[in-house]
T-cell receptor, first 115, second 114 residues
């Protein structure tokens, strides 16, 4: 079975500082990895995904993530955050690239950007 | 191109009652998944529908059931509501076989059971 662990429940950071949100996964088979963002009272928006190829993935809003198979990690980074990045961030895995089957989510990390 | 629409946005039900939540898929999508997100938790997979049939189910009891219609819209039904069913219910649509396209989520229905 697959599982996802987001290592930090809350990450406070000052505006324009860099940030890293950590995600580790466990799986006995190949996985496909995703990061979603959830703003208050809204659904989930896809930030980026890793399916294959280059291990460095670039997404929307200046975010990027690096897939590390040996460490089973998929950490999300942004070099300079804005107040508007304050939100809940979820890492997720799937064993299917074809958009069927379930996504398994981590518990979420609250990013709090302070002025 | 419209996104995923869920209705209602909020509702309050009494323990023991039944509830139906609705989801309209994004145009061109033929697969619908439902997730339950309890407060402070990540979403949990309930089930998925493809071509009007259940195509995978998470660890939820049979009182959680669903339907998918020929236009790919979907319903989630929950019978005999319990207090722990209080959560945000998210619908996600996708296009089966469109590798890498991803899921589009709706804004959810906030269910409160009292």
């Amino acid at each position: 079975a697959q599982s996802v662990t987001q290592l930090d429940s809350q990450v406070p950071v000052f505006e324009e500082a860099p940030v890293e949100l950590r995600c580790n996964y466990s799986s006995s088979v190949s996985v496909y990895l995703f990061w979603y963002v959830q703003y208050p009272n809204q659904g989930l928006q896809l930030l980026l995904k890793y399916l294959s190829g280059s291990t460095l993935v670039k997404g929307i809003n200046g975010f990027e993530a690096e897939f590390n198979k040996s460490q089973t990690s998929f950490h999300l980074r942004k070099p300079s955050v804005h107040i508007s990045d304050t939100a809940e961030y979820f890492c997720a895995v799937s064993v299917s690239p074809g958009n069927t089957g379930k996504l398994i989510f981590g518990q979420g990390t609250t990013l709090q950007v302070k002025p | 191109e419209t996104g995923v629409t869920q209705s209602p946005t909020h509702l309050i039900k009494t323990r023991g009652q039944q509830v139906t939540l609705r989801c309209s898929s994004q145009s061109g999508h033929n697969t619908v998944s439902w997730y339950q997100q309890a407060l402070g938790q990540g979403p949990q997979f309930i089930f998925q529908y493809y071509r009007e049939e259940e195509n995978g189910r998470g660890n939820f009891p049979p009182r959680f059931s669903g339907l998918q219609f020929p236009n790919y819209s979907s319903e989630l039904n929950v019978n005999a509501l319990e207090l722990d069913d209080s959560a945000l219910y998210l619908c996600a649509s996708s296009s089966a076989g469109a590798v890498g396209y991803g899921y589009t989520f709706g804004s959810g229905t906030r269910l409160t059971v009292v």
